[in-house]
């Protein structure tokens, strides 16, 4: 029987939101925890549903799955190893076939820059692991860098943002594991980082420069004689990192000399809609005081600077002051504010209070204090409406959002969840007994994995600028390790 490892590290790493991540940012599995988890639709679950189809001996190790949020202590990163190395050395030392990582590919840590491309150099270390196959799934947003490249046979990256697709890329990794084992065929992993950054709302694939890529890419893979994947990274910007930005990659049993060429017209296609990689913005005033209800579904009011997502703690206030400033019926706004959900817990439905509302971050003018009426709460777990939710990839199916309550002020209601959770499913509202098709204006804290959930419903949607740590004017960020020249940092010649 195929004996396979498995383990893996998920962090999308913000460089510049000022707080440092340990053990409290992450969930962790063991051993039979991790293949519990098949049937939850979630990365995991695409690896694992090939190895029950295929047969094999899943050998689990251990995962760390964390969201976006600031540099993670190293402490975390050393932790994890040292559960990994010793199952590792037993497994091998009983045999093994090959090795399957779960990973982000955007984690940063204290003392390290590239903790996805050491952790194959550490596995690769390892007696008996030096050729074994080593396949892995990485997100859309990762920073693809030469070592992960070099150090891995195939690395898989999600095709679709919003992230719809976690459980299928999970399943094609796993299936040119298949071909590989059954063929003994080693490809070749070849990178490309471009010197291109985007922010997270030039990489939406459904247009743009990232639809135009992921179609060239689909379309070079029929093409070049032996080509099995061809990868389009969109990047994260808000990794202070040498490699961070837009990258590609090409897994071949060809030419390398043609796999090389596919890969620089890939480079010459983002390089000619580079501009179009950042996207314009909306005055957030003249929108909301434009607003007139009434439309056929809720109009989107899409803040990308403070993108749950990105790593911004969700509780920005600039949208909400707005939609007080104008007086706006049948308003939503969803924020993460523990203090005020724990505040809420001394009243009763129906009752009101006053307290601060948000307003954590220093970018942000500070929280609004208002006079609520508590319509309800709960300990804010719910079942995702969509099993190929965005947010499915990492957290599986069920969500917990912490301790939870919705209030309402004049026309506004607002959800308040303890933990801050991506606005990519609406079953985070239907799940508190608000129906978000009756919203009329919606305040979204994301960039571009909202837009699976709410873009059918939705009357209208405008990115609109506001204060927060995840801008989307990257120029105004202070990179110091960043590769340079860049572009739009720099002036580049064409």
């Not at 409290?24 to 189809?53: K, N, P, Y």
């Not at 508590?374 to 917990?400: A, M, P, Q």
Request: glycine share 10%; hydrophobic share 40%.
């Amino acid at each position: 029987m195929v004996r396979v490892f498995v383990a893996g590290i998920f962090h999308e790493t913000h460089s510049f939101s000022g707080d440092t991540t340990g053990f409290e940012g992450f969930v962790i599995h063991r051993g039979a925890q991790i293949t519990a988890r098949r049937g939850d639709a979630s990365q995991m679950d695409g690896f694992l549903s090939v190895a029950e189809r295929e047969g094999w001996e899943v050998v689990p190790a251990v995962t760390y799955t964390g969201g976006a949020s600031g540099t993670v202590d190293h402490v975390v990163f050393e932790t994890f190893w040292s559960e990994v190395k010793p199952l590792l050395e037993q497994a091998l030392a009983q045999g093994l076939d090959a090795i399957h990582l779960s990973l982000h590919g955007a984690m940063v840590t204290s003392e390290c820059d590239d903790p996805e491309g050491e952790l194959m150099a550490r596995v690769r270390n390892m007696p008996g692991a030096e050729g074994l196959p080593l396949y892995c799934v990485g997100d859309l947003h990762a920073t693809l860098t030469p070592r992960m490249g070099a150090l891995s046979d195939a690395m898989i990256f999600y095709r679709e943002c919003p992230h719809t697709d976690a459980f299928d890329s999970a399943v094609l990794a796993s299936e040119l594991l298949t071909r590989r084992l059954k063929t003994g065929v080693r490809p070749r992993h070849l990178v490309l980082v471009t010197p291109i950054v985007w922010p997270p709302t030039g990489t939406g694939t459904k247009d743009g420069p990232m639809r135009a890529l992921e179609d060239a890419a689909r379309r070079l893979e029929r093409e070049v004689p032996g080509m099995l994947a061809m990868n389009i990274v969109g990047g994260y910007a808000f990794s202070d990192v040498p490699h961070a930005g837009v990258a590609f990659s090409a897994i071949t049993e060809g030419s390398e000399a043609e796999a090389q060429e596919a890969l620089r017209e890939l480079a010459q296609i983002a390089w000619d809609m580079r501009h179009d990689g950042i996207p314009p913005q909306h005055d957030l005033d003249a929108v909301v005081k434009a607003f007139r209800p009434g439309g056929k579904g809720p109009v989107l009011v899409v803040e990308p600077a403070d993108n749950v997502g990105g790593g911004a703690p969700g509780d920005a206030t600039d949208v909400l002051r707005a939609f007080l400033k104008y007086d706006v019926q049948g308003a939503g706004v969803a924020m993460a504010d523990a203090d005020a959900v724990a505040a809420l817990q001394r009243i009763t439905i129906g009752q009101k209070m006053t307290l601060p509302i948000g307003g954590s971050h220093p970018l942000d003018p500070g929280p609004v204090t208002l006079e609520v009426e508590l319509i309800s709460r709960s300990d804010g777990t719910f079942e995702l409406e969509d099993h190929n939710s965005h947010l499915v990839g990492s957290l599986g199916k069920i969500i917990h959002m912490g301790p939870s309550a919705v209030v309402r002020h004049r026309g506004i209601t607002i959800l308040l969840s303890s933990a801050k959770l991506c606005p990519f499913d609406l079953g985070q509202w239907r799940s508190q007994g608000v129906s978000p098709e009756e919203l009329s204006i919606v305040g979204i804290k994301a960039a571009v994995g909202h837009r699976a959930a709410w873009e059918p419903i939705a009357s209208a949607s405008f990115t609109v600028n506001t204060s927060g740590p995840c801008t989307s004017d990257i120029t105004r960020l202070p990179y110091k390790k960043l590769r340079r020249p860049v572009f739009p940092l720099d002036s580049l010649e064409a």
